[in-house]
């Protein structure tokens, strides 16, 4: 992956399809994205090394896999089509097929996608196909943004607002602009949160520390979350004027305060850094505890590499 491929993103939204609930999930929220931003949808399905030599396109699988596969894929293959044909026209799908790792098929695909959409985990008709540690690989190696679909998911005539957290150290300007835009296209208000964990909270320094300092250290901390989150809020209300915005900066652990507020959310936004020579995106401890407990989908957002550039 090269650092040219996450920018701009290609007109369609790519998401992960196995057959099992998880992924249903998954690919009804994918088609709803794609139809209210006008682009196409490519379903992914991976087929296990057990097919290796026999995938061909949807159509003209029966001559190329035995009967007990090719009725298989063919029936995962209809049920995505199904599924998606309640958002799209039949022209704005399209199915593949990938042989050998989910992950790796996902990772290929977001180089040509507006966002990559995963269930929170699947074992369908090819095995697993979804989540676990495939999460965690498309999170962090992804060239566009990835939402993993879990929890509570909103209906579209009743949405929750859009939470983005913003790291008060470095802040990424990417995931604010996507859930400002996601924000005003569904019309939600936009929560900006900014949590800052006080000294108190597991540093062993503290007993040779004088109060005046751990006071002061305190009140840098809420500072740089209150600056890092109102700087977020001007770039939402630049991009979409008239968006309701909130900035909340309790004094908590990041990955607590997120894992809550997404229980009044409908997605929960999140950025991640690049770093090293092959653009490698490095998800972080808050990132981690957000996609294993959040109730209701979350969003990881890559940074461009200049917005980075000054941390590697």
């Known amino acids: ?70 009725h298989t894929v063919e029936t995962v293959g209809e049920d995505a089509r199904r599924l998606a044909a309640k958002y799209l026209a039949e022209d704005k799908v399209r199915l593949t097929e990938e042989v050998g790792s989910p992950a790796a ?29 495939v999460s965690s690989a498309v999170a962090g190696h992804a060239a566009c943004p990835v939402t993993v679909v879990r929890g509570a998911v909103d209906d579209p005539d009743h949405r929750r607002p859009v939470t983005v957290g ?44 004088r109060p005046d300092t751990v006071a002061e250290l305190a009140r840098s901390r809420f500072d740089m979350a209150r600056v890092a989150a109102e700087q977020a809020a001007e770039v939402a209300r ?15 652990p990041a990955a607590v305060v997120l894992e809550d507020d997404s229980r009044r959310s ?16 490095v998800l972080g401890s808050v990132s981690h505890a957000v996609l294993g407990h959040a109730s209701c989908p979350v969003t990881i957002v890559p940074g461009p590499p200049e917005e980075t550039a000054s941390h590697h």
């Open 1 to 70: 992956m090269t650092s040219s491929t996450a920018s701009p993103w290609a007109q369609q939204i790519v998401v992960g399809y196995d057959g099992s609930t998880n992924a249903v999930a998954a690919l009804e929220w994918a088609a709803r994205e794609a139809a209210s931003r006008g682009v196409g949808l490519r379903v992914v399905m991976a087929l296990p090394r057990a097919f290796e030599g026999m995938a061909a396109p949807i159509g003209s699988i029966s001559s190329v896999l035995p009967t007990p596969a090719h």
């Open 105 to 133: 098929a996902l990772i290929r695909a977001s180089e040509r996608a507006e966002m990559l959409v995963v269930g929170n985990r699947g074992h369908g008709a090819f095995g697993s196909m979804v989540l676990g540690s």
């Open 238 to 252: 630049s991009l979409a004027p008239g968006l309701e915005v909130d900035v909340i900066t309790p004094e908590a």
């Open 266 to 281: 409908g997605l929960v936004v999140l950025g991640t850094r690049r770093l090293g020579p092959l653009m490698r995106l």
């Open 166 to 209: 913003v790291d008060y150290v470095e802040p990424s300007a990417s995931a604010v602009r996507v859930a400002a835009e996601l924000a005003s296209r569904w019309g939600v208000p936009l929560r900006i949160v900014s949590a800052w964990a006080s000294l108190d909270q597991g540093a062993a320094v503290l007993p040779h520390l």
